[in-house]
Antibody, heavy 113, light 108 residues
Framework: QVQLQESGPGLVKPSETLSLTCTVSGVSITAFYWTWFRQAAEKGPEWIGLIYSSGSTNYNPSLTSRVAMSLDTSKNQISLRLTSVTAADTAVYYC???????WGQGTLVTVSS | EVVLTQSPDTLSLSPGERAILSCRASQSVSISHLAWHQQKPGQAPRLLIYGTSNRFTGIPDRFSGSGSGTDFTLTISRLEPEDFAVYFCHQYGNLPFTFGPGTKVDIK
């Protein structure tokens, strides 16, 4: 079955870059598009953006100047980079297939010095 | 951006009762692009309904969705103990895709 697992540092300093990886098993990442979401405490999820198997992307306008997504087909992984982070970027980050039919378990990223 | 508003904020019900959750959009959403997700504490959201009324794989038939335009509804016909959770509506037809703030269904 489809499984997704996020990984990366749980603590990032303000102004630095957040980098996360989503490892997918059970399906090739070239067969679908993939989405990153995040969820701050006690809030609804926020759509960060998506990446197609071609590598083309759509990002949330509120984040587009700071975000980048990429694929590593050899490792079946999707990556997320978010630059110049602030405390407002503290959240649980999730990767998901398509528009959210399968989600990873999420990883908490805290932005703090 | 399409803003989704959910009501009520909290629904206090007993097992066996019917739950009706509402999601209202600030502009029309295609019925093909409205979903409902369930989230329990410490867990990722789980897709229940996509395309307004289609149950995802493995979702029991006590969950049903309906609506069109700007008004959508999730109905849980008879609450089971495992259904007490937070429910989010989600539109994925207009960029940027957005979620509602959630309705918490808790035990009365």
């Amino acid at each position: 079955q489809v499984q997704l697992q996020e990984s990366g540092p749980g603590l990032v300093k303000p102004s630095e870059t957040l980098s996360l990886t989503c490892t997918v098993s059970g399906v090739s990442i070239t067969a679908f598009y993939w989405t990153w979401f995040r969820q701050a405490a006690e809030k609804g999820p926020e759509w960060i953006g998506l990446i197609y198997s071609s590598g083309s992307t759509n990002y949330n306008p509120s984040l587009t100047s700071r975000v980048a997504m990429s694929l590593d087909t050899s490792k079946n992984q999707i990556s997320l980079r978010l630059t110049s982070v602030t405390a407002a970027d503290t959240a649980v980050y999730y990767c998901a297939r398509k528009d959210g039919d399968y989600w990873g378990q999420g990883t908490l990223v805290t932005v703090s010095s | 951006e399409v803003v989704l508003t959910q009501s009520p904020d909290t629904l206090s019900l007993s097992p066996g009762e019917r739950a009706i959750l509402s999601c209202r959009a600030s502009q029309s959403v295609s019925i093909s692009h409205l979903a409902w997700h369930q989230q329990k504490p410490g867990q990722a959201p789980r897709l229940l309904i996509y395309g307004t009324s289609n149950r995802f794989t493995g979702i029991p038939d006590r969950f049903s969705g309906s609506g069109s335009g700007t008004d959508f509804t999730l109905t849980i016909s008879r609450l089971e103990p495992e259904d007490f959770a937070v429910y989010f509506c989600h539109q994925y037809g207009n960029l940027p895709f957005t979620f509602g703030p959630g309705t918490k269904v808790d035990i009365k």
